[in-house]
């Protein structure tokens, strides 16, 4: 009985493992337009800094500033509940994010409901 229990706890162990080494990595750097933003993890959260622009005029000023925080995972390739800043106007939004099968990680930023923001 004991050696059935301890298999069976061995090959859930194993389950969990696999399905966490599959899990599609956000963690990395992004380019969006002319941004690319490093996606990290910050106290179980996802949080994306700047680490370079397409604009030289705005390098000194952006780079290594932290505009995304808060990102909640939901599964292993959804997050939810983050925050967005807009650093040419200083507003924050609201943000989801999900990794694609094809590994495109695709980000919804939105003001007060998902459906009316943009992706």
Do not use: H
Not at 52 to 70: D, N, V, Y
Not at 98 to 107: K, S
């Amino acid at each position: 009985m004991k050696i059935g229990k301890l298999l069976a706890a061995c090959m859930l162990a194993a389950v969990a493992l696999t399905a966490a080494e599959a899990a599609p990595p956000a963690d990395g750097q992004w380019m969006i337009k002319n941004l690319v933003i490093n996606i990290f993890d910050c106290a179980n959260l996802v949080c994306g800094r700047i680490v370079w622009l397409g604009e030289p005029a705005k390098r000194a000023s952006q780079c290594g500033r932290t505009i995304i925080w808060g990102l909640e995972r939901q599964s292993p390739s959804v997050w939810t509940g983050g925050s967005i800043l807009d650093p040419n106007d200083g507003k924050t939004y609201r943000q989801s994010a999900t990794y694609e099968p094809n590994g495109t990680l695709r980000a919804r930023t939105f003001i007060g409901v998902p459906i009316f923001g943009k992706t």
